[in-house]
């Protein structure tokens, strides 16, 4: 099954790709579906020069850099591609969606596991950066820009820079084959919402209309 099922998946998850074929003569993202796993194969096997070399010569020709080291499971969905950085110690999931200009990468000249471990069925928004050994749960949806660097709940969806958990085991959270991503919470926004209700609150108290806000009073 493997690059097959990959192709398959593909053409399910893309509303622009026709058929089959089309997928496997012209994406990118499946193109570096089957050079990883020839570096993959390599870089097992210790011969890191070579894995490296087929690794660079796929990233030239795709615009995704995938590390030989990196752990990849079934049905990855790389859409676009460009810009993408997964690092060497990268671990992700079945049935994951990935979009362009992630990374998924290190914060330091750290050795050992380094870089992120994502669960199944996760998606990463375009431009968002999840950084160091931090741990994605199953089911995880994470806004496009964000800015990971803390672990992140099972069924949780995450947005900002630096990301919060926005949502946890809420009926919205939805399975990565459901790519829509405009149905997220804006954090900035909702924080600046309750700076400027408080500040209000303190200007009229500061006019005398009612008392300054104080702990424990709501």
């Known amino acids: 099954m493997g690059l ?3 192709a398959k998946n593909i053409r399910d998850k893309d509303p622009a790709a026709r058929n089959v074929a089309e ?8 193109h570096v579906l089957v050079t990883h796993r020839i570096a993959h194969f390599l870089y097992r096997h210790r011969l890191f020069f070579c894995a490296r070399l087929v690794s660079q010569l796929s990233r030239h020709f795709t615009g995704i850099e995938i590390h030989p080291g990196a752990r990849i499971g079934r049905k990855l969905f790389i859409d676009h591609g460009m810009g993408i950085v997964f690092g060497e110690t990268t671990e992700i999931g079945d049935n994951c969606t990935i ?3 992630v990374t998924l990468g290190g914060t330091g000249k750290q050795t050992g596991k380094r870089h992120p471990t994502l669960g199944d069925n996760v998606l990463i928004g375009a431009g968002a950066k999840v950084l160091g050994p931090v741990h994605i749960g199953d089911n995880v949806r994470i806004g496009a820009g964000s800015v990971v660097l803390e672990n992140i709940p099972a069924n949780a969806t995450a947005v900002g820079v630096p990301a919060e958990v926005v949502r946890v085991n809420d009926v919205k ?3 990565a084959d459901d790519l829509d991503q405009q149905d997220l919470p804006d954090a900035t926004k909702q924080r600046l ?3 400027e209700a408080r500040l209000s609150r303190l200007e009229a108290a500061a006019q005398g209309e009612y008392p300054p806000d104080r702990p424990g009073v709501e």
């Open 99 to 101: 979009y362009h200009g």
């Open 4 to 6: 097959w099922e990959d």
């Open 173 to 175: 959270v939805r399975p």
């Open 23 to 30: 997928v496997i003569i012209l994406y990118p993202g499946f």
């Open 193 to 195: 919402a309750a700076l």
